[in-house]
């Protein structure tokens, strides 16, 4: 019967602190509304960001009749090369200086006793595509000389390692969803260092312990009205970012998990800074590292094996694999597991160290 | 008769405004912004140059296992913009390129070249990675045929001229500068004065400074020259690291200097009309933007450029990507210079009113 009657008072303290810090930051209404412009702008930039990848080089041609693409590059045109024709060089070189439709281009001999190829290269073209695009115009001329390659099977024998995403690479908008969720998660986690920090600073927690609640009832509902803050802004962002269209419930399971490890964090954090600006600085020393695994993400190839044990890494990975590549839970429950267990010992470490200065001041 | 408290706000006593400055600089060591502000320009320009080169300007990534000695090796690494990496075990090409850690690999048998020479037409192990574009995967195949042919020697049927077209472009890691330098200047000549500010606010010093015979002129005059030099040091700094001072490290001083005065300008604002750590930090994280989206433009030229002339910062950022990119000297940028140095006068009586307020503020407790 009293235990009972413990967990609902229990309960409703915790309730009344977080009442309070709810007060608190609303109360701030500049605060709430930066916020919300913070979260816009996110948004935003997800949607400026370029929803696909173009993998086609675009060549305009004058005078190719006689000559064959696919002899070179093996592959029709809708696999990486297109050609666009013109009617005149003089076309040609303005469509490449302009730069809209093609960046290089290609003018063929009409008069075969005096084979020059000219190769257009417009403003801004990697050196990789101007050795290429030499190579093909080359290439072209071989083949149209009827001299074989140098080598057997290039082109025709194509060999071709992992899943083949030509025509389907993620693009930089979807690579970019992780990132953004931890920038909200960061920001959220900030406010709450800084909340944390002042209760510190005017000794306001010792005021609310001098009441029937205890330093755990401060600690639990700093920890859930952190990690409620932090989850609440990173599903409004997913949901504006399209981020919830696969596998929702994975997703909401993975920012649940991944906003319990930043308000770890966000208390550690709190309860070293002395001031707000030292909050600032504490938080940005320990969130910047941990935005590495979501940077990783937008590079291609495996993340470094270092970057595998940040404890923001198995967050990332699930993010983008389900967003970006459609995984299931059996695909990402190891990784899920393991974001718990570094959500459980940040909270645990927020917890403990949190506690400790409370109890000294 | 005037009012002592708007006297005291407009003059500044060098003598004051030298104690509080030196207190400043002798506080700085311990602050862990001023170490924040002195390596944003390192951070940055690794970030820029390492990483976000990278990721909007991609090379094509070739790994070459080479067990004969090829020619195409030596030749390889003297390719343009594809990154070329060497490796000693086929099966640890097969993995990476597997991993997309490399868009294509090639291996190379013994006695490859003595074959493509003898005419025998050798099969080619090149393999392609499934996450690599399509793009890569015809510059890399190309190149490669390109090589080998090399070994092959003979004139090609057709001589191939490369005609540029227009001007040669700017690189990526040259349009984003002025981001950095931007980034560089705001944090030391904005958000330090403003954060300092606020912090003696809080701290409530700011109030006790009031009562000793410096005026709110000496402690706004101390905090802004501080956050122009440290400006200057930063910027000058990130210029060095940049590789970008081009001999001409007069004209950038000049720019760096209205830059640091525009800055200071908005630091000194943001700091006394904040109430605030809390509402400062808030109104950097949402204002900053309107500070620095000139620098935008120039990471992204195809977008209307008279957009960027609506932000003040753009008279400064505007010369020194001029004097950088270009090689313009001071007369070719004195002009929108000039425009920048109007809008630091215009700054001059909001900077003198908010210190005016603040004073009345603080004395009214």
Sequence with gaps: ?361 | MADPAQESADFVSTRHAATIFSRDVKLSPRSPLILYALLIPFLLTVLVQGVFGDLFAPQPRLIIVDDGHSQVSVDAENLEGIAVTFMDDRSDMLDAVESNDADAGLYLPVGFDDAVIAGEQPPLEFYIGGESLASNRIILGVTTLELVRGIEGGEPPVEVEVVQVGEVGTDLDLRMLPMLLMMAVAVAAAFIPAASIVQEKEDRTLSALLVSPASMADVIGAKGAFGVLLALFTGFFTLILNDALLGKAGVHLIILLVAALMMVEFGLLLGMFARDSATMFAAWKGGAILLFFPTVFYIWPNLPQWIAKLGPTYYFIDPAFRVIAEGADLSDVAGTLAIGAVIILALVPVVVLAARRLERTLASG
């Design chain 1, 1 to 361: 019967m009293s235990s009972g009657s413990d967990v609902t008072s229990k309960s409703t303290m915790v309730r009344a602190i977080m009442a309070k810090d709810l007060k608190e930051f609303s109360r701030d209404r500049f605060y709430v509304f930066m916020s919300i412009l913070g979260l816009v702008f996110y948004v935003l930039i997800f949607w400026l960001l370029p929803s696909e990848v173009d993998e086609t080089i675009t060549v305009g041609v004058v005078g190719s009749e006689q000559f064959d693409f696919t002899e070179v590059s093996g592959r029709a045109e809708s696999e990486g090369l297109a050609i666009v024709e013109y009617e005149t060089t003089d076309e040609l070189k303005a469509a490449v200086e302009e730069g809209d439709t093609v960046v290089v281009g290609m003018a063929f001999p009409t008069d075969l006793s005096n084979p020059t190829i000219e190769v257009y290269i417009g403003p801004g073209v990697p050196p990789s595509l101007e050795t290429a695009m030499t190579g093909i115009a080359s290439e072209i001329a071989y083949a149209a000389a009827g001299v074989p390659p140098p080598v057997s099977g290039f082109a025709t024998e194509e060999i071709i390692l992992g899943t083949d995403r030509a025509g389907s690479q993620v693009s930089l908008q979807e690579k970019f969803k992780p990132m953004l969720a931890f920038m909200v998660l960061i920001v959220e986690v900030l406010a709450l260092a800084g909340l944390v920090a002042s209760e510190i600073q005017n000794r306001t927690v010792k005021a609310i312990t001098v009441t029937p609640a205890k330093v755990s009832d401060f600690l639990t509902a700093k920890a859930l009205f952190g990690t409620s803050l932090a989850f609440v802004q990173v599903v409004i962002l997913l949901v504006a970012v399209r981020g919830l269209d696969n596998g929702p419930l994975i997703m909401l399971t993975a920012v649940f998990l991944g906003s319990v490890l930043a308000t770890g964090f966000g208390l550690l954090a709190g309860s070293i800074g002395k001031d707000f600006m030292s909050v600032i600085f504490w938080s940005m020393l320990i969130f910047i590292p941990l935005l590495i695994p979501a940077m990783a993400l937008l590079f291609p190839g495996e993340a470094a094996t270092w970057i595998t044990f940040m404890p923001s890494y198995p967050l990332a990975q699930v993010l983008i694999d389900v967003s970006a590549y459609g995984a299931g839970w059996s695909d990402v429950a190891p990784l899920l597991g393991l974001l718990a267990l570094w959500g459980a010992a940040a909270l645990g470490m927020g917890w403990l160290i949190l506690r400790k200065r409370v109890q000294t001041l």
